[in-house]
């Protein structure tokens, strides 16, 4: 698969501050100034990218997905600090053993990613998307147990897996649509198990859709 | 753009020949391996394990969702190729029909045979999102690929857990969600990438 992208650190989830009570905001422009790439990079690629549509076809659609893949990386990181400093009880084995496996390929979707966003000349997505994650905030903040974390987590991959349809839809270059194509199914699957983890229908649907899907005019960072 | 490669049927190896465009020939072969898919759910549905009084009801009720699913993807796929004014096969692709061979009748390997099914029909409709022209046919092969890809994740649970207490995670509402064995979300979602290694050929249910 694509991506020689190093792995990208996504800025911390945010609870601890929810929990805190102090202000969501994180981060900063959250983009990684590669210069790996080559090709021209304009001025703006530079200074950061904090909206996805100033980046022109496909490849403001491979950003907002690596936004998205990184926003669910941070969120499963968020948990497993908050597991350890206590403010969340122990997950339950199969939950955690989630965590590992569905992290590790979502590292490896952003890297594939960011792979192509170099390769382009640009830079790799290292920012979450800002857009849902004000949405997870809350869930997060008010999660009391796996229950309410792991709905947070079906949240982020549904969303997730509806991003990706919709990026099917609109991809011009078969090269990335195979990449959304091999992906997409992955994060259905992730929901498929969530459902289970949560005693819920775990085939609730006959046509997976892009009903949620985030945009490229959402920010990143 | 500097990724260059464009969508195209002539780089598919085994690609049909014949009057019918290649988004046709993706289409038929796609509603030909869906009907294959319904065929075999009705035949898992006639096995005491499954359909049986005694069935569990938590697999029954997989097993009848999952039929359903393949039928709609069956008029979903008719209805892509009508819009490309053409006809609909009918019949199943043989060769994935072939594979509902359960070698027994305890629930794992009724399961083990249906994921067969599902695998393979998962991978033919990937396949076919990277082939398509038509961005209607695409949006219905990536839409019902996810979802079959969905219904080998449950049942590549499913055979795991068969024959055992952890059945009763496909009990709905009795809270055993978290009573999952470690080991399951690695078979549920084992690689980062699926693939398209077992998909049957775009053109195989071609009939023009």
Known sequence: MTGSASVPVPPAFGRRALLAGAAAALGGLGVACSTSGGGDV?????????????????????????????????????????????????LPAPVAAYLDVAQAQHEEHARAWNGILTGSGRQAVTGVNLTLKTTLEPMVGNARDYVGMATAFLEVESVTAATYLAGIQATENNATLKIAASIHPVELQHVTFLHLVLDREPLPGGFATADGARSTTDTIG | MVLGLTRGWARVAGAAEGDASPDVQILQTATSVDNAAVEAYDAALQLAVIGGPDAHPGVNGLFRAARAHHADHVLAYDD????????????????????FRPAGSALRAVAEAMLAVESVAAQTFQLAVGLLEDGHARSVAAAVAGTEFQHVAALAVLREVAGGDDLELFTLGDGAGADFPEALASVAFPDAFTTTDEARPPGEGATG
């Not at chain 1, 904090?50 to 948990?79: K, P």
């Not at chain 1, 350890?84 to 009880?89: I, N």
């Not at chain 2, 190729?81 to 009918?90: E, F, I, Q």
């Open chain 1, 42 to 90: 304009s001025e703006e690629d530079v200074t950061g990218i904090t909206r996805l549509d100033r980046l022109e076809g496909d490849l403001a659609v491979v950003a907002l997905l690596a936004s998205m893949e990184n926003l669910a990386i941070a969120l499963y990181e968020t948990t497993r600090e908050l597991v350890a400093e206590g403010d969340l009880d122990p």
């Open chain 2, 80 to 99: 892509a190729l009508d819009r490309l004014g053409a006809p609909a096969p009918g019949a199943a692709n043989a060769a994935v029909a072939a594979l």
